[in-house]
């Protein structure tokens, strides 16, 4: 079964940095587009950021310029680096592998586990 390992999550201040990671099949990371969703508890997943195969970026309005996605070809993996961290980015992050673009959450996506993020104040 392929599977999704995110790391990097933790707990941090108002205004501090966090690098997510997502470490990804070798078939899974070349053939599909990559990305984050997250969920707070209570609400509804939403969209973070996601990079395709050719390196076409898109953010949520919320975290652009905030956050930077990026892929590393060598080591099958995508990172989040997430700068300027707000209470309101608290929640579990999904590293999600979908073959779809513009990015979605489509019946064909795989998922991580999820990491924990939070934000003081």
């Known amino acids: 079964q392929v599977q999704l390992v995110e790391s990097g999550g933790g707990l941090v201040q108002a205004g501090g940095s966090l690098r997510l990671s997502c470490l990804a099949p070798g078939r899974i990371f070349r053939s599909y587009a990559m990305g984050w969703f997250r969920q707070a508890p209570g609400k509804e997943r939403e969209f973070v950021a996601a990079?395709?195969?050719?390196?076409?970026?898109a953010y949520a309005a919320s975290v652009k310029g905030r956050f930077t996605i990026s892929r590393d070809n060598a080591k099958n993996s995508v990172n989040l680096q997430m700068n300027s961290l707000k209470p309101e980015d608290t929640a579990i992050y999904y590293c999600v592998a979908d073959p779809n673009w513009p990015f979605q959450a489509s019946s064909a996506a795989v998922w991580g586990q999820g990491t924990q993020v939070t934000v003081s104040s």
């Open positions: 990079i395709s195969r050719t390196g076409r970026i």
